[in-house]
């Protein structure tokens, strides 16, 4: 700290010169996206932000939300948790989300399944097609054992402490932390058994799309897949965008895709006659 600085009012102004400095990797308040569907009004926009390499974000979106994630710079690795924001303890489930749907590769109509056989989410559009049901996230042992240095406040921190950080910000705690599904970055089963990750660097700018189908926690981790083979730390900023949307309707062709998928939007209307 310099000398003028170590004079608490020289540092109050020249925090407060800082008013209007953007970067990157930050949330924009209020959310002033410009780029937003043509159906979607500006006053309808509930969160932009994003999301640096190694960072994590949190938001609690309503039903009906649609949230937007996009790969910015084409090395993005979305890990995500997901709440029932009105009763945590009913979360994402990953074996649910597998066994349910009859298929472990998520995509266009794809339903992200609690563990109380209710859809929280849906996926409405997929530019990337690179996902991943299978291998979860790091933790600072796999990341020190990787990179040299695992520390949540070191420069290689692990998704499940990302995770961590991000579930605190909502009276949430380690045993909250469950399960993740992985956006951008996929895994592949071969007819051997092998995994094969799916890791890219791919073109920048690919996205998805997503819909609250109830009150919903989402906690992000942005840090490399675990099974990335590059030796380096390598991952990209990304954007991610909400807005008010409304609540899927009986004749929803993601509702009405499967039985399966059918069942799970009905318990859903069933939770919410209350």
Known sequence: ??????????????ARA?????????????????????????QDLLWE??????GYATRRLPRGARLRLIDLHGDACASILLFNAEMPSERLNVADTVKVQWNAYLGAGKLLLSDMGRVLMSILTDE??????FCGTSN???????????RNSGAF?????RFLLGAAKHGLGRRDVHPCVTLFKGARIESDGRITPEVGPFAPGRSLVLRAEMEVIVVIAN??????????????????????????GEDDPVR????????????VEDYFRR
């Open 18 to 42: 800082m008013e209007g400095t953007l970067a990157e990797a930050m949330p924009i308040v209020p959310p002033v996206a410009d780029d937003l569907p043509a159906e979607v009004a500006a």
């Open 1 to 14: 700290m310099t000398a003028t600085l170590a004079n608490p009012l020289a540092a109050r102004d020249h």
């Open 223 to 248: 840090v490399p897949h675990v099974l990335d083979p590059r030796p380096a730390w390598n991952v990209t900023s990304l954007r991610a965008t909400a807005w008010r949307g409304a609540v899927t």
């Open 140 to 150: 600072a042992a796999i990341n020190a054992a990787k990179y040299g240095e695992g």
């Open 256 to 267: 009405q895709a499967t039985p399966e998928g059918l069942r799970a939007f009905r318990n």
């Open 128 to 133: 990337a097609g690179t996902h991943d049901t």
């Open 157 to 161: 921190p692990s998704g499940r402490d």
């Open 49 to 54: 932000e994003t999301v640096a390499a190694g």
